[in-house]
């Protein structure tokens, strides 16, 4: 059984106009996507920036109200607990933000924020609570010492470590990371993503992985969902996204994967261009005269891409 199920998912906020504030319009920032997550695995969700991919890491968390669709976890519906203080379904879903800086109390010692949400809800003395810290400290990496100072004196590669102790503290099944290391230098980024990686093993977590950078989700995620004006336009294996990748916006995502070999560089940049160019040409193939993105149609059983219903049959993977 899946851990996490989501079906045909919409949240649109609505716009408001005129000095009574009616509602004028709507932003549809998710318009019916679904998707399942098996318990120990990673999705990974990429897109650019707008396309709904927070949004739906709310909708998970309970924190913004649907429009439609119901949400699954461990076999039962949360929807209903949307807006409301459900602290068992809290306690098992939890979230890391790539501006942890902001969401650190600044005023507060690491200690106080690790602990936090210890306090609500265990039920924990002094002692315990400080054994339990050090040992979140430990698993990200940190030293005791760390549960005395404050965020400023962290850099960030760091403060993202003391985010991720948190998110962790209350033995969670399931972790949204938006972005987790967007805000990180290279360098940095990669060391997050084996904390995260080792920590996922540990605990066996599940991973639902919010990303612009198909780069970086690479070698964190083995699901991939691609998704362009608010829907999914692509969904599937690692393998299939990466090698056999249906949808034109796809491609031009994988095109621009920065390459690391500087050898590679040129031939990278024609190839970028040459996709940019097909993009323009070919784009009216991939979504309706109104710019929506269709219905996933299956490429193979581990793979499906959003295509007209007259498109010819993918074929399969190769
Ligand atoms: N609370 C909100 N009220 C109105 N519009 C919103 C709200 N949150 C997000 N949006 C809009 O929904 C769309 C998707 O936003 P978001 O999910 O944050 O995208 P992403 O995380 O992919 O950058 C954007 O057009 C954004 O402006
Ligand atoms: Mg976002």
Same mark, same amino acid.
């Given at each position: 059984?899946?851990?996490?199920?989501?079906?045909?998912?919409?949240?649109?906020?609505?716009?408001?106009?005129?000095?009574?504030?009616? !509602?004028?319009?709507?932003?549809? *920032?998710?318009?019916?996507?679904?998707?399942?997550?098996?318990?120990?695995?990673?999705?990974?969700?990429? #897109?650019?920036? #707008?396309?709904?991919?927070?949004?739906?890491?709310? *909708?998970?968390?309970?924190?913004?109200?649907? !429009?439609?669709?119901?949400?699954?976890?461990?076999?039962?519906?949360?929807?209903?607990?949307?807006?409301?203080?459900?602290?068992?379904?809290?306690?098992?879903?939890?979230?890391?933000?790539?501006?942890?800086?902001?969401?650190? /109390?600044?005023?507060?010692?690491?200690?106080?924020?690790?602990?936090?949400?210890?306090?609500?809800?265990? /039920?924990?003395?002094? &002692?315990?609570?400080?054994?339990?810290?050090?040992?979140?400290?430990?698993?990200?990496?940190? &030293?005791?010492?760390? *549960?005395?100072?404050?965020?400023?004196?962290?850099?960030?590669?760091?403060?993202?470590?003391?985010?991720?102790?948190?998110?962790?503290?209350?033995?969670?099944?399931?972790?949204?990371?938006?972005?987790?290391?967007?805000?990180?230098?290279?360098?940095? =980024?990669?060391?997050?993503?084996?904390?995260?990686?080792?920590?996922? =093993? $540990?605990?066996?977590?599940?991973?639902?992985?919010?990303?612009?950078?198909?780069?970086?989700?690479?070698?964190?995620? $083995? +699901?991939?969902?691609?998704?362009?004006?608010?829907?999914?336009?692509?969904?599937?294996?690692?393998?299939?996204?990466?090698?056999?990748?249906?949808?034109?916006? &796809?491609?031009?995502?994988?095109?621009?994967?920065?390459? +690391?070999?500087?050898?590679?560089?040129?031939?990278?940049?024609?190839?970028?261009?040459?996709?940019?160019?097909?993009?323009?040409?070919?784009?009216? =193939?991939?979504?309706?005269?109104?710019? =929506?993105?269709?219905?996933?149609?299956?490429?193979?059983? !581990?793979?499906?891409?959003?295509?007209?219903?007259?498109?010819?049959?993918?074929? #399969?993977?190769?």
């Amino acid at each position: 059984m899946p851990l996490l199920e989501v079906k045909d998912l919409k949240v649109h906020f609505p716009i408001k106009g005129g000095i009574l504030g009616r !509602t004028v319009g709507w932003v549809k *920032a998710v318009d019916g996507v679904s998707f399942s997550v098996e318990p120990g695995q990673t999705l990974g969700l990429v #897109g650019e920036s #707008g396309s709904g991919k927070s949004t739906i890491g709310k *909708a998970i968390l309970g924190l913004v109200p649907l !429009t439609g669709g119901n949400i699954f976890f461990d076999g039962e519906d949360i929807t209903r607990y949307i807006g409301k203080n459900h602290s068992a379904y809290r306690k098992c879903v939890q979230m890391i933000f790539q501006d942890v800086y902001s969401s650190l /109390n600044p005023k507060k010692r690491v200690l106080d924020i690790i602990a936090e949400p210890l306090r609500n809800f265990e /039920n924990q003395t002094k &002692t315990e609570e400080r054994y339990s810290v050090d040992e979140l400290l430990a698993i990200v990496g940190l &030293t005791p010492a760390a *549960a005395l100072k404050y965020p400023h004196e962290f850099s960030g590669g760091q403060r993202q470590r003391i985010g991720i102790a948190r998110a962790i503290a209350l033995k969670p099944k399931l972790i949204v990371a938006d972005e987790p290391v967007s805000a990180l230098d290279l360098s940095v =980024q990669a060391q997050v993503l084996n904390y995260l990686k080792d920590i996922q =093993q $540990e605990l066996h977590l599940t991973y639902f992985f919010i990303s612009h950078d198909l780069g970086v989700v690479r070698h964190m995620c $083995e +699901t991939l969902a691609i998704m362009h004006n608010a829907r999914f336009v692509e969904f599937g294996s690692r393998e299939s996204i990466y090698n056999n990748a249906r949808h034109i916006y &796809t491609r031009k995502l994988i095109a621009a994967i920065p390459d +690391t070999d500087p050898a590679l560089r040129d031939a990278n940049a024609r190839q970028r261009q040459q996709l940019a160019d097909e993009y323009e040409r070919e784009k009216e =193939q991939f979504y309706n005269k109104d710019g =929506q993105v269709y219905d996933l149609k299956e490429v193979s059983s !581990t793979h499906f891409a959003a295509m007209p219903e007259s498109s010819p049959p993918g074929g #399969g993977d190769a």
